[in-house]
């Protein structure tokens, strides 16, 4: 795998590539709060030959720019991704969606349903249903933006760090990862990036795009982690049955963030989708 960056004129973002340029049909990989691109690297060693893969940060989040004054809207965030994909000269691709990641790929797939093949949606954000934990937070910023600032991004990135614990099934893989994902901010983001992305977890464009859901006519696979506490499986049959033909698939012993808890099943999952 290689790391490089996409400019985008006032901004760049960070992805890594797999597998073979050209060749098989493109997948490209969405991460949610407060993840990067690493929350993919098991699913990606997991994914079937032939494809190329790509797996993105998104602006304000791993190696990824700041965002600064940036719209960080599920539809801000699929406008940067479709000019990455005209970077990479990448027309279409199966796009797969992690939480927040997931409101962002139902977002250029409804926008631009000529870039993107197939959906597959995975613990995602949708309606009007968020993680709990982090929003939480989130309305305490949006009542009180200079807490966040004046607490400062170590003691802000543990609250977050605390809240997320829960969401993963191995609660020692879950620190490891949140640490990584944390880190981020901490040494470089800064905590203005980190209440940004707080006070972005209540998009109210998402709800607007529930309404809109049964306009998607691409192969649609719905993941879920059963033991998810903040967005249970409630919210994943809603998707199923608001998405024309699409599919839902339980890991019953994997919490939100899936993509840690069981990688190889999520690659499961996405290599049927891609058979479809």
Known sequence: MRGEFVDLGVTRLYYYAAGTRGAGEPVIFLHGFPASSQLWHGVVREMPEGHRVVVVDLLGFGKSDRPALASLSATAHADRLKLVMDDLGIDAACVVGHGMGGAIAQAIALNAPSRVTRLCLVNSTGFDAWPRGA??????????????????????AGLVHGSLLKGFADEQGGRHALDNYLRAFTMRLGVDALVSQLRAIRDP??????????????PTSIVWGARDPWLDLRTGEMLRDA?????LDVIPDAGHFSPEDAPALVAAAVGRLLEK
């Not at 929003?135 to 802000?156: D, S, T």
């Not at 709800?207 to 998607?216: N, T, W």
């Not at 998405?243 to 599919?247: K, N, S, V």
């Open 135 to 156: 929003a939480r937070i989130a309305r305490m910023l949006a009542a009180i933006p200079a807490l966040g600032r004046a607490a400062g991004a170590p003691l802000l």
């Open 205 to 218: 464009s998402v709800a607007a795009l529930g309404a809109r859901l049964a306009g998607i006519a691409q």
């Open 243 to 247: 998405i024309p033909g699409a599919t």
